[in-house]
């Protein structure tokens, strides 16, 4: 299997949250597991004395519904409340819900704007969310370039979404000119921080033997740390290689183990592929007879079982915009 080069859709991490309707889990669009809720009551008197950083929290306890039931127009008040005193993790999140329209109508101006704003204030997040309008053309002009100078700006703090956004634009050569080996470079400053869609696109770089060594048990190996994390791309790409024997022993049990695993975390191809390696057992199909595969921009090949072709995630690496901080 060949990483394919070409244009990848820009989503966001695991999961596309563009409309208002939003699938992902508090841990996919915030950085970092959740936290419990502080004295309630305390905390609302602070906010509601003025203190900035507990309005912050308030916002973000009616945004992931923790400790409270959720309330996006609550939130995007909260969060209002503490941008207008300068706190930039407000003004992030609330660029956030302008992006998805949660709370407050769907705008990519507003989005932009209240994104700039953190960025101006050296938001690492912000700036991350900053470089992904510019590099999608939401709220403002295209410009790969002005994309790579924020993803830049926000790398230079150490956060591994920039990181490996900074590597895909490398991968792809936008805003920059195609370098693999600059890609694999912040591939690997990104794993650092044990960032699963960096240990994915480091896999996939292993895996093609582009800006790397081509080796396949190094790229299970990494397909493997992002799949313990939960990234249904890297679970799928673990199943199929099992299916096929690609860097692993062939396991079929392991296939429809890491298969299902990606369909409960929303994976079309591991739902579809799930299917497949469950009908094949079920007819006992042999492995001749159900090797065939489909890959991103590629036509499904002749076949008269075209129900038993496993597919790979369908465009599965983008820029990465992390909504929230928290």
Known sequence: MKIANSTRILILLFAATFTTICTCTAEELFDGPAKGPENWSRLLQRAERGDPQAQFRVALAY?????????????????????????????NNLGGLYSRGLGVPQSDTEAFR?????AAAGHPTGENNLAFMFAEGRGVPKSDET????????????????????????????????????????????????????????????????GCPHDVSEAMKWFR?????????????????????LGVPQDYSQAEHWYRLAATNGSPEGQHNLQVILALHR?????????????????????TVPDTIELLPINPS???????ER
């Open 63 to 91: 945004e992931v519904g923790s400790g409270v039931a959720r309330d996006y127009i609550e939130a995007a008040s909260w969060y209002k409340k503490a941008a207008d005193h300068g706190n930039a993790a407000a003004e």
């Open 114 to 118: 209240w994104y700039m704003r953190a």
């Open 147 to 210: 994309a790579v100078f924020w993803y830049r700006k926000a790398a230079t703090h150490g956060y591994p979404g920039a990181e490996a956004n900074l590597g895909l634009m490398y991968s792809t050569g936008r805003g920059v000119p195609l370098d693999p080996n600059e890609a694999v470079k912040w591939y690997r400053k990104a794993v650092k921080s044990n960032f699963p869609p960096a240990e994915f696109e480091l896999g996939r770089m292993y895996l093609g033997g582009s």
């Open 225 to 245: 740390k992002a799949a313990d994390q939960g990234l249904a791309s890297a679970q799928t790409e673990l199943g199929f290689a099992y299916s096929h024997g």
């Open 283 to 303: 007819n006992g199909q042999t492995e001749a007879e159900s090797t065939l595969e489909a890959k991103s921009g590629s036509t499904t090949p002749a076949s």
């Open 318 to 324: 983008s820029l990465l915009r992390r909504e929230g």
